[in-house]
C-alpha cells in the first residue's frame, strides 16, 4: 500500500470527524461499547472505495462500536483471509464489499455459522444464504440513466444513428450485470434496429468485461477496439459501466486522436462521480457520472449495524427484487443522480461532497487510476 493513499484515507477520515463535531452525522448515542465490526473493502487505491471506507468507519465509531477496517486491494483471497481473521477477532457484523463473491462465500458461510450477521455493501453476495441485508444503490436505475444519455445525445428516438462501443463491469460483480442490464434494456431496441452499430461485434457483458474494474485494462482493450474506427469511421459513443473505466477509455480515445475538431470525443458514461472523472467532465471530456452520495449508504448501513447490535429490526425498504439465487435478500436501496457539466457544482459542491479546492486540484488526478 502507498504511503500517499494512507494519508490520503487518513485525510478523508480526519475531514468527516470535523464535519461530525459540527452536527455532520446523525449519530444517537447508545452503549455499543464492546461489539465489533468488521468493514471488508475492496480496495483503497480508488477514490471510491477510500471515501465508502472512511465514512463507514466514521459512522460506525460515532456510535461507539469497535470497527475493523481492511482493504483487499482487489485480491479476492486476500479478502477471504482478511475476512476470516475478522470472524477470528470476535466481529458481530460483518460489512462486505466483496471482490469476488464466489471466492468468499466459504467464509461468509462459516460467519453465518458463527452467529455472525452479513451485510452485504454496495455489491450483493450471490448463492448464499447466509447474506443477512444488503445496502445498496439501484444499479439498474444507474445503467438506464447512462444508456439513456448515449439515446438523447445521438437523437437515437428521433431516428438518428450512430456508433457505440461498450466497456462494462467485471463478471465477478452482482452490480455489473444489474448495470449492464438496466442500460441493455434502454438500448437494445435500437441495436437490434440498426440505428446503433456496434463495430467490434461484441456486445454481451462476457465480451465487454472489465476485469476489477481497472483503468488499465479499459485502456487496453478499447486501444485493440478502436481500430476499427481507422479512417473516416468514427466512434460516436461508450457505454463505460463506471468511472475507473471512464477512465481508461478516455485515455486511448486521446491516444487515437479523439478530442480534436476533426474527431471530437464521444459520449462517454460512467459513475461514482470520482474526483478525475468530475475533472472530465469540466473539460468535455467524459459526458457524464453517476453520484451515489456514499455518505448516505454509510448512514444508512450504520444504522442497520446498531439495530442488528440492538436486536431491532434494520430499516428496509426492498424486500422483493434482490434474489441471490438462494434467497431473496431484504435491502436499503438508494438512488442515484446524474451529474455532468451543467450541474456538478449544485450536486457535488454545494452538498459538500467536494470542495473547490478539491476539483480544481491535481493530486486526486493519480488516484483515480488503477
Not at 471466492?103 to 451485510?119: D, K, Y
Not at 422483493?320 to 457535488?348: E, I, R
Request: proline share 3%; glycine share 10%.
Amino acid at each position: 500500500m502507498r504511503m500517499g493513499r494512507i494519508f490520503f484515507y487518513a485525510g478523508i477520515v480526519a475531514a468527516i470527524l470535523s464535519l461530525a463535531g459540527c452536527g455532520g452525522t446523525d449519530v444517537v448515542p447508545r452503549d455499543n461499547s464492546g461489539t465489533k465490526v468488521g468493514v471488508a473493502m475492496p480496495a483503497q487505491q480508488l477514490l471510491r472505495w477510500n471515501r465508502d471506507g472512511a465514512y463507514l468507519e466514521t459512522e460506525l465509531r460515532g456510535r461507539d462500536f469497535d470497527v475493523d477496517i481492511m482493504f483487499a486491494d482487489n485480491d479476492a483471497e486476500k479478502q477471504k483471509t482478511q475476512l476470516e481473521q475478522m470472524i477470528g477477532e470476535g466481529c458481530k457484523v460483518l460489512v462486505i464489499a466483496a471482490v469476488d463473491g464466489d471466492v468468499i462465500r466459504p467464509v461468509i458461510e462459516r460467519a453465518q455459522q458463527a452467529g455472525v450477521t452479513v451485510i452485504a455493501y454496495d455489491r450483493l453476495l450471490m448463492g448464499t444464504d447466509a447474506v443477512d441485508y444488503y445496502a445498496t444503490f439501484d444499479s439498474y436505475a444507474v445503467g438506464r440513466m447512462q444508456a439513456q444519455t448515449i439515446v438523447d445525445k445521438l437523437g437515437l428516438a428521433e431516428g438518428k444513428q450512430g456508433t457505440l462501443e461498450i466497456a462494462a463491469g467485471p463478471m465477478e460483480d452482482s452490480n455489473a450485470k444489474v448495470l449492464y442490464a438496466g442500460a441493455m434494456d434502454v438500448l437494445k431496441p435500437y441495436i437490434d434496429k440498426g440505428q446503433l452499430t456496434i463495430r467490434s461485434g461484441q456486445r454481451s457483458q462476457e465480451q465487454c468485461a472489465t476485469p476489477g474494474w481497472a483503468t488499465l485494462m479499459a485502456k487496453e482493450r478499447m486501444t485493440a477496439l478502436l481500430k476499427q474506427y481507422e479512417g473516416d469511421a468514427k466512434l460516436d459513443a461508450v457505454l463505460a459501466a463506471n468511472d475507473s473505466i471512464a477512465l481508461g477509455v478516455l485515455a486511448a480515445l486521446k491516444d487515437a486522436g479523439y478530442g480534436s475538431a476533426a474527431r471530437p470525443m464521444p459520449v462517454l458514461t460512467g459513475q461514482d462521480a470520482d474526483l478525475p472523472n468530475v475533472q472530465a467532465l469540466i473539460a468535455g471530456e467524459q459526458t457524464m457520472s453517476v453520484f451515489k452520495d456514499t455518505r448516505l449508504l454509510a448512514l444508512e448501513t450504520a444504522k442497520m449495524v446498531e439495530a442488528i447490535a440492538g436486536k431491532q429490526q434494520p430499516e428496509i425498504n426492498d424486500t422483493q427484487n434482490f434474489m441471490n439465487g438462494k434467497k431473496v435478500v431484504p435491502a436499503h436501496v438508494l438512488k442515484g443522480t446524474l451529474v455532468d457539466a451543467s450541474n456538478y457544482k449544485s450536486v457535488l459542491v454545494d452538498s459538500g461532497y467536494y470542495s473547490t479546492v478539491d476539483i480544481d486540484g491535481t493530486a486526486s488526478r493519480a488516484l483515480g487510476v488503477k
